[in-house]
């Protein structure tokens, strides 16, 4: 059995003559838009979720079609290339490729349908969607990819954003437009934090990245993060942990290409990411499976550069536009804050929040650890009076936690150290402070006047102490 290969076009003889009479701007239009033969090649290899193909030529990013033995054509999206081959890697299952299978390339680049009537839907990676709804309309279309924003034409952030969590709006208050990452080991609650701020954050529209994750919190995400109002302003795209790493990486990608489009629509955006550490695993997967060197801990030096590439597309849109805010979650794999991962999102966010498997060990939701946390933004514009008493809360947080052992052991003489002695007055009004149900939302007016509350008690206390 041959072979049978299409050939592409040589050149036209005939082409600068007709230029020399005069006809050259029409007659290059028409050559130009004459339909172009595609050259088929043929399955070579296939070591695990990577595919070598030769004989065909397709840019990074293309896609080419793999023929299956059953006519199938499994899509896949070219990740690489040695010589006369490409490395290609599946969208979706890939059973049923044989040896010597036809590939052939599809031309045009990935891109995400966009348009308000994605409102209320969830959505596979591929944009199709998963709620069983009608289909969505093929109006206009952007880049998967996105394009990057000048950062001189970025708006700055000026406003706060109400998450309606009192510990993050009075402690580590977070601005319109900025990029926070949730950081935590497993099961310290940050997918509870991220419902929270679901329901309470005010945002024309949320957009939900569910990447890598269980399949179950879909639905569990849906209906109890969202409900039937929520979901009404939201876009939800799912590609949980049985999806290729491709599709989970275009999940990533499309979430942030739906969310931009909102932005340039003049609206402000609620991006909600979880996990940037499982996009950065599918990346890894990828990377490794053609070959790509480990550098850190197994991960690629790809990975640290698709990275920024995905968070700077959140933020605030040029003046006059919308903004994103966003929330990724970073798991901390062995609640190692020293992970590859977890500390290169540190480098590139706008700030993070940790979570304490201590608190959440002893019942205190959210588990939030202050002095590990910081909001990188919130001094652009909180007011002096707000960042004094954030001061004098990290203060005080920080003296108990480094004498707490003392404390405890009752080896501590009070009126030693008054600020210690301040500290201890202060720590069970400070755990009530940070405690919040799941349920309540308190809004930034009321999270800083409890701020405010918490410190005035103790000081009526010390001045009636002193009259006495």
């Known amino acids: 059995m041959t072979e049978e290969t299409t050939v592409l076009p040589g050149p036209d003889p005939d082409r600068n003559l007709e230029r020399s009479l005069g006809l050259g701007a029409y007659i290059d239009r028409a050559y130009d838009e004459r339909p172009k033969s595609v050259v088929e090649g043929v399955l070579r290899r296939t070591v695990g979720l990577a595919m070598e193909a030769e004989g065909c030529h397709a ?44 590939v052939i390339p599809v031309s045009g680049s990935p891109e995400a349908a966009v348009g308000d009537d994605l409102l209320g839907r969830v959505l596979d990676g591929r944009g199709n969607p998963l709620d069983g709804g009608k289909p969505l309309a093929r109006g206009k279309t952007v880049s998967l ?29 977070v601005g319109r437009g900025q990029r926070m990452g949730l950081f935590a080991g497993s099961g310290v609650g940050k997918s509870m934090l991220l419902s929270m701020m679901t329901r309470n954050t005010e945002a024309d529209v949320v957009v939900v990245g569910l990447v890598g994750e269980r399949g179950r919190e879909v639905q569990e995400f849906i209906d109890h993060s969202l409900g039937t109002e929520g979901m009404k302003r ?10 290729t790493p491709l599709m989970r990486l ?17 609206k402000n955006v609620l991006l909600l990411m979880d996990s ?27 990975v640290f550069a698709k990275l920024p590439q995905l968070v700077e597309r959140a933020g605030n849109g040029a003046e006059g ?20 991962i977890v500390d290169a999102s540190r480098a590139i966010l706008d700030g993070h ?44 947080y920080s003296t108990y936690q480094e004498n707490r052992d003392l404390v405890a052991v009752g080896a501590y003489q009070p009126g030693t150290n008054p600020q210690l002695d301040e500290a201890i007055a202060l720590w069970p009004t400070i755990i009530e402070f940070l405690r919040q149900h799941q349920n309540q939302s308190i809004n930034s007016a009321t999270s800083l006047a409890n701020l405010r509350e918490l410190f005035d008690a103790v000081s009526v206390e010390h001045a009636a102490e002193a009259e006495q």
């Open 59 to 102: 840019a990074l990013g293309g896609r080419c079609d793999v023929v299956a033995a059953d006519g199938r054509h499994v899509e896949t999206e070219v990740v690489g290339f040695s010589g006369e081959r490409l490395f290609l890697m599946p969208v979706a299952d890939m059973r049923g490729v044989s040896p010597n299978a036809r």
């Open 145 to 173: 990819m996105g394009e990057s924003i000048n950062p001189l034409k970025r708006q700055p952030i000026r406003a706060q954003l109400d998450v309606g969590i009192r510990s993050i709006n009075s402690l580590l208050s």
């Open 234 to 243: 939201a876009v939800v795209v799912a590609t949980p942990a049985d999806d």
């Open 250 to 266: 275009h999940g990533a990608w499309l979430t942030a290409a739906i969310a931009e489009y909102f932005r340039d629509q003049g």
């Open 276 to 302: 940037l550490t499982r996009f950065a695993q599918a990346q890894r997967e990828i990377a490794l499976a053609i070959g790509e060197p480990p550098a850190t801990k197994g991960y690629p030096p790809s």
């Open 321 to 340: 536009g919308g903004s994103i805010t966003a929330f990724y979650t970073v798991l901390a794999e062995g609640d190692d804050h020293n992970d590859p």
């Open 353 to 396: 929040i940790v979570l304490s498997r201590n608190m959440a060990d002893a019942g205190i939701y959210p588990a939030v650890d202050i002095e590990s946390s910081v909001s990188r933004a919130m001094t652009q514009f909180i007011s002096d009076s707000q960042q004094q008493l954030v001061s004098r809360f990290r203060q005080v």
